[in-house]
């Protein structure tokens, strides 16, 4: 079976039909409420004009919202409704201190990723997963880490082939997947399945797959993605390849606790199949993204390479291998932190309607989010905002760790705050940062202390599709065995 090839265009079917319901829409929409305040909008052409600019580069224009009020509250239009954009540190934290049922992160996913039509309505309506992400497999992560570190060396070997002193073309993005899709399977599946090509060809597929249909999905209006949805859902080809039921007894993999947290009704192979589906989809888009951008910052700034290389062999020659080891690589974090400090943040849906302390009300059943990059590089948050510091925090740490100061633990990767939302903050945090964390600072351990990394045309291009930011699939960087 050939391996699916992330970066895939979009069908011309569905940008007709979009399309067409759009302009269906011009005559059925009603008037959005006046408040709170708009970005570039005085008509409806305008209005159209502007959901289009927010497709072909978001950024832009949640930057000039920030820029106009630090601490306001926006709506940009999209083609179908208005998203809200909260700014500043009071609203981040009035956000991230709402409850689930005020402000809800689980609405916001499923608007995001059109859960209801990409995955089922079990897996919206009994998210049962995110509790066993968030507790159970959190808990094993440092039993679990021998497993999760012998899979990363073998997916490293595996997936570049080197030979001698040969520097080789690695292309970043479907390279990056392969590493993470095994790595991340050891925890879930075990071996030997982590390991089969055709089980990761079709988590891999079904990844990709789900993140890009589901933004095609958000192209068409509510009323008519009951009827879209379906035709475009990869769950019927997910379901073609149930894994059957002689997946090995592994007492310690996400499998065995899926089924302790499962219901009666969900403890069937085809559910299960399915549930880790799920969260392997999760779990590879979110470590592939970061480890893309990590392996693009580490080329762009090879100054950096050095000081980390030596951390991590001191660290294992005093500690080993081990997960508690990774706690004591404060420049490895740092740099994955400072690389993660240009994505953004969550968002999440007002489901009964949400009212700010100042009276500002964000309607019923709204997306609202923070403007999580622009608030990652505001001077006001960070010195020199634009520039690449991949020991910024690294120094952070040791000022406060001096003073004896405990906020010394908000500067950590894991940490979330009201200025770095890469993980989202407060209530609506990621269940598995911890996760990924793990993961990526490990890889990023194993890669400094085995091989050379450079590139000769500097970091590639993203592309920007609304708020989706990603790199070309087809751009490398050269790497050999350390010399």
Same mark, same amino acid.
């Given at each position: ?296 910052? !580490?080329? /762009?700034?090879?100054?950096?390479? +050095?000081?980390?290389? %030596?951390?991590? *062999? $001191?660290?294992?020659?005093?500690? #080993? ?46 997306? !609202?989010? /923070?403007?999580?990059?622009?608030? +990652?590089?505001?001077? %006001?948050?960070? *010195? $020199?905002?634009?520039?690449?510091? #991949? ?93």
């Amino acid at each position: 079976m050939s391996s699916p090839t992330p970066g895939t265009s979009i069908p011309p079917l569905y940008i007709l039909l979009a399309g067409g319901t759009t302009v269906l829409w011009l005559w059925t929409r009603k008037p959005a409420d006046p408040v709170p305040p708009l970005v570039e909008v005085d008509g409806l052409w305008s209005y159209y004009a502007t959901a289009y600019r927010f497709i072909k580069n978001s950024s832009d224009l949640i930057l000039q919202a920030y820029v106009r009020d630090r601490h306001g509250v926006f709506r940009i239009p999209r083609l179908f409704r208005w998203d809200y954009l909260a700014n500043g540190a009071d609203r981040v934290a009035e956000v991230a201190a709402a409850r689930e049922d005020v402000l809800s992160f689980m609405h916001g996913v499923d608007e995001t990723l059109q859960v209801s039509y990409m995955m089922g309505s079990e897996i919206r309506d009994n998210p049962y997963h995110h509790h066993t992400v968030q507790t159970t497999l959190t808990r094993n992560l440092a039993r679990c880490f021998p497993q999760v570190k012998d899979e990363i060396v073998c997916a490293f070997d595996d997936v570049l082939s080197l030979k001698d002193e040969e520097w080789k073309p690695f292309a970043v993005l479907p390279g990056a997947m392969k590493v993470v899709a095994r790595t991340t399977n050891r925890l879930f599946v075990g071996l030997p399945l982590c390991r089969n090509q055709e089980y990761l060809n079709i988590s891999i597929r079904y990844t990709i797959a789900v993140f890009k249909r589901c933004h095609i999905l958000s192209l068409f209006p509510h009323w008519i993605r009951p009827v879209i949805g379906p035709l475009m859902s990869p769950k019927k080809e997910a379901d073609r390849h149930k894994l059957g039921p002689d997946w090995p007894d592994k007492p310690n993999d996400l499998i065995s606790w899926l089924m302790q947290d499962a219901a009666p009704a969900d403890k069937t192979v085809p559910a299960l199949a399915h549930r880790v589906l799920i969260v392997n989809m999760a779990a590879i888009h979110t470590s592939t993204m970061a480890l893309v951008n990590v392996l693009f910052d !580490l080329t /762009t700034y090879p100054s950096h390479i +050095q000081p980390m290389r %030596e951390e991590v *062999e $001191r660290v294992i020659m005093q500690e #080993g291998w081990t997960k508690a080891a990774l706690n004591s690589m404060h420049l490895v974090d740092s740099f994955i932190r400072e690389s993660q400090r240009l994505n953004g943040s969550s968002p999440v849906v007002a489901k009964d309607g949400f009212r700010f302390s100042d009276g500002t009300f964000i309607p019923f059943g709204s997306y !609202l989010a /923070t403007s999580g990059r622009a608030v +990652q590089h505001d001077a %006001e948050n960070y *010195e $020199r905002p634009e520039t690449f510091d #991949g020991f910024r925090f690294a120094r952070m740490r040791e000022e406060l760790e001096q003073n004896a100061d405990h906020a010394v633990f908000k500067n950590h990767m894991i940490s979330t705050s009201p200025t770095h939302l890469v993980f989202g903050y407060g209530r609506h945090a990621c269940p598995g940062r911890f996760f990924a964390a793990t993961e990526l600072k490990a890889m990023l351990a194993h890669i400094l202390i085995t091989y050379d990394v450079k590139s000769d045309e500097g970091r590639p291009v993203e592309y920007s599709f609304g708020r989706v930011r990603t790199a070309s699939p087809t751009a490398t960087i050269l790497i050999r065995k350390r010399q």
